[in-house]
Every structure is written in C-alpha cells, then in structure tokens.
Nanobody
Framework: QVQLVESGGGLVQAGGSLRLSCVAS?????????MYWYRQTPGKQRELVAG???????TYADSVKGRFTISRDNAKNTVYLQMNSLKAEDTAVYYC??????WGQGTQVTVSS
C-alpha cells in the first residue's frame, strides 16, 4: 500500500510564501513516478498546478508560472511545492499525487487579501 502525506499548508497573507511537502511511503518506487500537485476549491474541478516527471521535466499551470516551483528529492521520497507571491485566488486544498492515480489527503492553503 502506498501513502502520500502532505504538509505545509496554512493561512498566509497575500504576497506571502508557503512551502508544501509530500512524503511517499509504502510500496512505491518514488523515483519512477511522475509527481503532481493539484488543487481544488468547493464546487470546482480539481486542477493541475504543477508536475515533475521522473526525468525532472516540469510543467506548470499558467496561473502559477513564475510564482510556484516544484521540486523533488528522490532520496527522501518527497516532492515540494514552493509557493511565492501568493494571491487570494490560490486559496484551495492542495493535493499531492503520484502518476495522477495515487492521492494524498490534501492540505488547506488559505491566502487572505
């Protein structure tokens, strides 16, 4: 069984920063999986925020380009999302995913304007 556990969410003022972490454990070859961060707000579909492939190719949603940075540490089975210049519209529950098939429980990010 594979478990993904996110941490690092919280309440921050607009313009501030947060760093999310997601640690994978269990029967997973972490380095062989693409890892993603998604977010979801009530009444809306879950949207892809950023992804990092096993060869470290990276993609970002247009709405976060230049503000968010995704990275991974395969030795620690961990993927990170550094979020800078946060905006009120970044408020959401952020989910970590392995290959878009295994999901964490989510961590709330609230940005006050």
């Amino acid at each position: 069984q594979v478990q993904l556990v996110e941490s690092g969410g919280g309440l921050v003022q607009a313009g501030g920063s947060l760093r999310l972490s997601c640690v994978a454990s269990g029967r997973i070859m972490f380095s062989a999986n693409a890892m993603y961060w998604y977010r979801q707000t009530p009444g809306k579909q879950r949207e892809l925020v950023a992804g990092i492939e096993r060869d470290h190719r990276i993609t970002y949603a247009d709405s976060v380009k230049g503000r968010f940075t995704i990275s991974r540490d395969n030795a620690k089975n961990t993927v990170y999302l550094q979020m800078n210049s946060l905006k009120a519209e970044d408020t959401a529950v952020y989910y970590c995913s392995a290959a878009s098939t295994i999901w964490g429980q989510g961590t709330q990010v609230t940005v006050s304007s």
